[in-house]
């Protein structure tokens, strides 16, 4: 069974500080790595896209990393603000695109 | 483009009732997939389909019925709603590049189910 686990469940951080999301997969053949937003009673919106052959992403503060080897995946956010308190989601995609999710981290970044 | 519509945003059944969830995308996506989301559970994948005509299975299928006839919908059927069944449940769908490569996944807002 494919696995996604993300460290830590909880994150509180003052503005202005960079911070680091883990996610870890059990499954190294992965179509690609995917790290979604989700704002309280919302859906789901996607922040980068990592192909299976390419090693990170970077959009604006965040950086996201992918070490298939080790089964690892980063969400790095730099300068964080209070608008980015949300619920990070990392995703492994299958062939068919079908995605297994972690269980997210629930980061508050306080003013 | 509308992207990802689900209807209804809320929903109440009783126990025993049977019921569609509406999925549609104005993206000719052919990728389309079906997730609930529990507390505690996280998302997890119930139906998906990679085209018209075909489905598979996800983690959590019992209890639900999919089927693809067109591109743009993708409807899930609970055939007998049971109280397990109260959850949020996303629909989203995807499309492959020309060569392939990586893709974007589009989700719906979301409907809330509770099922008494």
Same mark, same amino acid.
């Given at each position: 069974?494919?696995?996604?686990?993300?460290?830590?469940?909880?994150?509180?951080?003052?503005?202005?500080?960079?911070?680091?999301? %883990?996610?870890?997969?059990?499954?190294?053949?992965?179509?690609?790595?995917?790290?979604?937003?989700?704002?309280?009673?919302?859906?789901?919106?996607?922040?980068?896209?990592?192909?299976? +052959?390419?090693?990170?992403?970077?959009?604006?503060?965040? %950086?996201?990393?992918?070490?298939? +080897?080790?089964?690892?995946?980063?969400?790095?956010?730099?300068? +964080?603000?209070?608008?980015?308190?949300?619920?990070?989601?990392?995703?492994?995609?299958?062939?068919?695109?079908?995605?297994?999710?972690?269980?997210?981290?629930?980061?508050?970044?306080?003013? | 483009?509308? *992207?990802?519509?689900?209807?209804?945003?809320?929903?109440? =059944?009783?126990?025993?009732?049977?019921?569609?969830?509406?999925?549609?995308?104005? /993206?000719?996506?052919?990728?389309?997939?079906?997730?609930?989301?529990?507390?505690? /559970? *996280? =998302?997890?994948?119930?139906?998906?389909?990679?085209?018209?005509?075909?489905?598979?299975?996800?983690?959590?299928?019992?209890?639900?019925?999919?089927?693809?006839?067109?591109?743009?919908?993708?409807?899930?059927? =609970?055939?007998?709603?049971?109280?397990?069944?109260?959850?949020?449940?996303?629909?989203?769908?995807?499309?492959?590049?020309?060569?392939?490569?990586?893709?974007?996944?589009?989700?719906?807002?979301?409907?809330? =189910?509770?099922?008494?």
């Amino acid at each position: 069974k494919q696995e996604v686990t993300q460290i830590p469940a909880a994150l509180s951080v003052p503005e202005g500080e960079n911070l680091v999301l %883990n996610c870890s997969f059990t499954d190294s053949a992965i179509y690609n790595l995917q790290w979604f937003r989700q704002d309280p009673g919302k859906g789901l919106t996607s922040l980068l896209l990592i192909q299976s +052959s390419q090693r990170e992403q970077t959009s604006g503060r965040l %950086n996201a990393s992918l070490d298939k +080897s080790s089964g690892r995946s980063t969400l790095y956010i730099a300068a +964080s603000q209070p608008g980015d308190s949300a619920t990070y989601l990392c995703a492994r995609a299958g062939s068919a695109r079908q995605l297994t999710f972690g269980s997210g981290t629930q980061l508050t970044v306080l003013p | 483009n509308a *992207g990802v519509t689900q209807t209804p945003k809320f929903q109440v =059944l009783k126990t025993g009732q049977s019921m569609t969830l509406q999925c549609a995308q104005d /993206m000719n996506h052919e990728y389309m997939s079906w997730y609930r989301q529990d507390p505690g /559970m *996280g =998302l997890r994948l119930i139906h998906y389909s990679v085209g018209a005509g075909i489905t598979d299975q996800g983690e959590v299928p019992n209890g639900y019925n999919v089927s693809r006839s067109t591109t743009e919908d993708f409807p899930l059927r =609970l055939l007998s709603a049971a109280p397990s069944q109260t959850s949020v449940y996303f629909c989203a769908s995807s499309y492959s590049r020309p060569g392939g490569g990586a893709d974007t996944q589009y989700f719906g807002p979301g409907t809330r =189910l509770t099922v008494l």
